[in-house]
């Protein structure tokens, strides 16, 4: 289920982002902002943007603390602050800019408030939000899995070119380190940080 959310939802965001596209491509066509209040551009933008942040908020809770972030109790206290700071930010731009302008029916330009240093507070907004809420549930990708899952079973080689002291090795010397995965495999401590470097990762035999 959660990946038909993730599609629909991305698929969504691709038309807004076509018809947004169309309006600044062709004077005849305008989505956004809606021409007045009630038109069908209107309810289509606003219907598109309540579905994409429903599927995100069900995205979360089904996939929640999926991802490779650490601890909830080590990232709760980050996760807020984000978004705090993010609501107001947003509450701060609707209160200047009001609520005909906020949903795009507004006509004038505004300058003052946060519109001095950003041009779309909102978007500001939703961004820190969105951050907040992604460290606070930790919901999984499949590049998100695939890097938990590389750290936990692939084979660190390290391949010492440099002494400690500083002096090149003209014979590099090999390590490697095994995930926790892979218990079974035989491991060796990596050589000091000032003496190594990292050359590849590799599949643990």
Do not use: D, E, W
């Given at each position: 289920m959660a990946v038909y959310l993730f599609?629909?939802?991305v698929c969504l965001e691709l038309i807004y982002t076509l018809l947004f596209i169309l309006t600044i491509r062709r004077p005849g066509f305008r989505f956004w902002p809606p021409p007045k209040a009630f038109s069908w551009q209107f309810f289509l933008a606003w219907l598109m943007?309540?579905?994409v942040g429903a599927f995100c908020l069900f995205l979360g809770l089904l996939d929640y603390n999926s991802g490779f972030l650490p601890h909830?109790?080590?990232r709760l206290p980050f996760a807020p602050v984000f978004s705090l700071v993010g609501t107001a930010i947003g509450c701060w731009g609707a209160a200047v800019f009001?609520?005909?302008s906020t949903l795009g029916l507004g006509k004038r330009l505004v300058t003052r408030g946060p519109y001095q240093f950003t041009r779309n507070p909102q978007c500001l907004c939703d961004s820190l939000n969105a951050l907040g809420f992604m460290m606070l549930f930790d919901p999984s990708t499949e590049s998100g899995a695939r890097i938990q899952k590389r750290l936990q079973n692939d084979k660190i080689i390290w391949l010492t070119t440099v002494a400690a002291d500083g002096t090149p090795q003209p014979n590099p010397t090999q390590s490697g380190s095994y995930g926790t995965a892979n218990p079974s495999c035989s491991t060796?401590?990596?050589p000091p940080a000032a003496s190594r470097t990292l050359l590849a990762a590799r599949a643990c035999p």
């Open positions: 599609i629909s939802a943007a309540g579905v909830i109790l080590l009001n609520l005909r060796a401590s990596p």
